[in-house]
């Protein structure tokens, strides 16, 4: 091979690469270049550890690498919930000697009120505080900005006392939730936020219109960012007949206006809010939230857009600069490392051959386009088709 495509994050476009230029040390020789590129490491702002009966480090380590990322945001709602430093540098100690990069999210409702002190103690590793996963009402919200002094918000935007498991248009036997619940409490945590001198908000997993244009109007008055998931872009109600399908918030008749969004930069960024389970029950009323694809979400997101750049783009250095950081911060150098992509690979997503415990994938059976061919990692390829390598 002479040469191969790789992703320029710098001018977010695809190059020529020399492979003269540097030893890649491939641990099998591809029969052919065309359609293989290569890409600094992908960055998720959206995940969940389980620790408990489910997901560990171990495991979503694993899961990570086999998607291509290796900078990962963790989100609090672990048993017991991040919110406080003890239990905090608990989870930093179980993985510190990973190969993934992990950084850290604050519970808001927590007792840590300082996270500039906080960072100086635990090397900069808490990207900011969050109410995701956590049940919380308007009270709640303003005793949790009162007693903290501001920083960036990862906001999960819910009215907690007015849910329901799906949205209007999903034919199952669950209660409704009605659209304007989203937008309404993203309103709300801004405002609220503002009052209290937060400027910096990051919304999660946005899924309809409203919460769009809100956003949009939001931005006059202070700094906001906000996410799109996999399966938001990908599923529409009429699709959903799976538990692995039943996701907080719920699937949304919005996708193309949430396509839309992130061609037009509306939308900043993608994040997979891989929510793993090792089971799910058959029953709808009875499943928890949440599907875990962390290993197929590239794949998803690529299949949606068909735009490798974007893509990309959504997956690189857009998240990273939602945080504040650059590779350089993660002692991270392409490509040394570098995530390698088939672009021209599909196949059948099966979340039974995962190796993330959570078995529980949304988009079982379904057809995608483009996988990571091979990770590499402070020079060495720690994955290849596949397989780990040790």
Known sequence: MESLKVYNIYKGKIEDFELKDIELDFPENPATTNGLLLSPPFVDLHTHVRLIDGEDYDSLTKAAVVGGFLIVNLQPNTKPVIDSLDVLNEHIKLSEDKIVLYNYTVSLFGKVEDLYDANSQFGEKITGY??????????????????????????????????????????????????????????????????????????????????????????????????????????????????????????????????????????????????????????????????????????????????????LKNLTVKPLKILGKSYADFNMNFPSDAVLIDTKAEYIVDGNNFYSKGKNCAFNGYKVKGKVLGVRRNGRWVYWDGEFIE
């Open 130 to 311: 969050s109410t995701d996963g956590i049940y919380y009402y308007s009270e709640d919200l303003v005793d949790g900005f009162k007693n903290k002094k501001p920083y960036l918000l990862f906001d999960h935007s819910q009215l907690h006392e007015l849910s329901g498991d799906f949205y209007i248009g999903t034919n199952l036997p669950n209660s409704i939730r009605t659209y304007s619940n989203e937008s309404i409490a993203i309103f709300r945590t801004v405002m609220t936020g503002i009052e209290f001198g937060f400027n910096k908000f990051h919304i999660q997993h946005v899924s309809t219109l409203q919460s769009i244009e809100v956003i949009t109007y939001l931005k006059k008055y202070a700094q906001i960012t906000c996410e799109v998931t996999p399966h938001h872009v990908f599923f529409t109600p009429d699709m959903i007949s799976s538990p692995n399908q039943k996701i907080n918030p719920p699937i949304s008749k919005y996708r193309d206006e949430l396509i839309k969004a992130v061609r037009s930069g509306i939308i900043d960024t993608f994040a997979t809010d891989h929510a793993p389970h090792p089971e799910k029950p058959v029953r709808y009323e009875d499943a928890p939230y949440g599907s875990s694809h962390i290993e197929v979400a590239f794949s998803v997101y690529l299949t949606i857009f068909e735009d490798i750049e974007l893509v």
